[in-house]
């Protein structure tokens, strides 16, 4: 019981998460977060939280709070998709990909290369 956040190192002291509960329900979606020590705590008061995924590792060095669960060696996977695009193939939901579009959180800010 409690919530899963998985984790991705997005450089510095952010991550992009997203959050379930424990019926694997989305409760809110995709953000970038900048983590500190009371990142994520409103779920961590409540319940036991489960983090995992490579940007798990730095957050443990930051959240300390006995809910905070980290969980090593597992990451988010395509593999774990194949249930969800199963059911989505049964629904005939399909993305037309000529209109398709990428989710970006965050503008991509380049930098020139110096020679």
Do not use: H, T
């Not at 060095?61 to 593999?79: H, L, V």
């Not at 774990?80 to 005939?92: A, C, I, R």
């Amino acid at each position: 019981k409690g919530f899963k956040i998985p984790l991705l190192d997005a450089r510095r002291m952010e991550v992009y998460s997203q959050i379930f509960n424990e019926k694997n329900e989305m409760i809110r979606a995709v953000y970038a977060d900048i983590i500190d020590s009371y990142s994520f705590s409103e779920f961590l008061n409540a319940e036991k939280v489960y983090f995992f995924g490579d940007g798990a590792e730095k957050c443990k060095e930051i959240i300390n709070q006995d809910n905070a669960i980290f969980i090593g060696n597992k990451f988010p996977s395509a593999n774990e998709m194949s249930v969800l695009s199963y059911e989505k193939y049964l629904k005939n939901e399909f993305e037309d990909v000529a209109y398709f579009e990428p989710f970006y959180l965050k503008e991509f800010l380049g930098a020139i290369p110096k020679k």
